[in-house]
């Protein structure tokens, strides 16, 4: 697998995990009332985005009637409704919805991915599934890695599953070990060439965050507009935010 295309061919054929294989191939039978006239993609969902990105964007793992329906991450259920908005506001996404495949969207120097690429039960990977889905993840950030400067962790479960993966690449982490928070940031050294990698954290845009107002949709800009700014991405004039905080 020499580039991203090559690795989110093979991520959607992928069946190592008999219960998410299972759940995510129910959840297609049974469907939605809304999306009963869907075809559901019912595979593993590989990430988006261009392939040069230097900034990534890690989350936790499809819903099962979001990303399980349209074959794309964070498509198609509230979490990406919120993200892709923030996204477009900060001028980083070509529009503020994504509805599906096909649906004409871009991403601006951004990529998406997950540690876990099919749908879990109620949202909850097991350890042995993020552990098994590892390999995916490490090889995409080995591909992104000549232009990769910053990644946005969408959520506690996403930090703790991409720092063995950092490490395991060779990047330092600082001492204490980061801790996962909203607006946390850390900076990675590579003793080899001198490269530096930001982390910054986030809190994920699940529907229960937005609706608690754990998370705000300012909350939500700031995260990515940081990320952005140490991804030292090229300024683009910001879209106008809808109304709300």
Not at 218 to 244: C, I, N, Y
Request: glycine fraction near 10%; aromatic fraction near 6%.
């Amino acid at each position: 697998m020499s580039s991203p295309g090559e690795l989110d061919a093979a991520v959607a054929t992928c069946r190592a995990c008999p219960r998410l294989v299972a759940w995510r191939e129910e959840a297609a039978r049974i469907k939605r009332k809304a999306f009963r006239d869907w075809e559901y993609w019912a595979r593993p969902v590989p990430g988006f985005g261009p392939a040069d990105a230097p900034l990534a964007i890690v989350g936790l793992a499809p819903a099962a009637h979001g990303g399980n329906r349209t074959g794309r991450i964070f498509t198609g259920d509230p979490s990406g409704d919120a993200l892709y908005a923030a996204l477009y506001d900060i001028g980083l996404a070509s529009q503020p919805t994504a509805t599906h495949r096909g649906d004409g969207l871009e991403l601006y120097g951004v990529r998406i991915t997950v540690p876990v690429h099919c749908a879990p039960p109620d949202n909850r990977p097991t350890t042995g599934e993020r552990d098994t889905c590892r390999p995916w993840l490490a090889r995409e950030l080995e591909l992104l890695r000549p232009t990769l400067r910053a990644i946005v962790v969408l959520g506690g479960f996403a930090w703790q599953a991409l720092l063995p993966v950092l490490t395991a690449a060779g990047w330092q982490l600082p001492r204490p070990r980061p801790v996962f928070g909203h607006g946390a940031e850390a900076l990675l050294a590579d003793p080899g060439d001198g490269r530096s990698l930001h982390l910054v954290g986030g809190y994920h845009p699940s529907q229960r965050n937005m609706s608690t107002r754990t998370l705000t949709p300012a909350m939500l800009r700031d995260a990515l507009r940081r990320g952005a700014e140490v991804a030292e991405l090229p300024a683009r004039p910001p879209h106008r935010s809808r109304p709300g905080p």
